[in-house]
C-alpha cells in the first residue's frame, strides 16, 4: 500500500456504497485498485495513461473513472458521506463534533 492509497477503514466505509459487479460480461477489476488510481492521477496532475500499473490498466482506471462519473456512481458516494459527517466523541466531559466528512478523509478534489 502506497502511502495515500485508501486504509482499510477507509475502504471498509466505502466499498458498501460502490455498484456490485454486472451480472453478464467479464468481472469488473478491483475497485480498491482503480480508486487508488483515480486518486493517484488526481494528486499527481499527470495523463491517465501516467497512471502506475499497480492501479491496474490506465484505460482499466480512465473508463471506470468516466462510467461513475456519467451515471451518478461518484456523487451518490460523495453524498452517502457527507450525510455521515460528524461523530459525537466525548473530550473535557463534553461532546465534541469531530470531523470524518469524505474530504478529510481521503482527498475527493478534481474528480
Known sequence: M??????ED????????LPAHPRRGHR?????????G???RSRADCSWRAVPEVY??????????RRWSTD???ETILQALLSDE???????????????????????AHW
Open 2 to 7: 502506497k502511502r495515500h492509497d485508501l486504509t
Open 56 to 65: 491496474g490498466r490506465w484505460k482499466t482506471v480512465y473508463n471506470r473513472h
Open 86 to 108: 460528524t461523530v459525537a466523541e466525548p473530550v473535557r466531559g463534553r461532546a465534541v463534533r469531530q470531523d470524518i466528512r469524505p474530504g478529510m478523509m481521503f482527498e475527493v
Open 38 to 40: 483515480v486518486f493517484f
Open 10 to 17: 477507509e475502504w471498509v466505509r466505502l466499498a458498501p456504497l
Open 72 to 74: 451518478g456512481t461518484w
Open 28 to 36: 469488473w477489476a478491483d475497485h480498491r485498485a482503480t480508486i487508488n
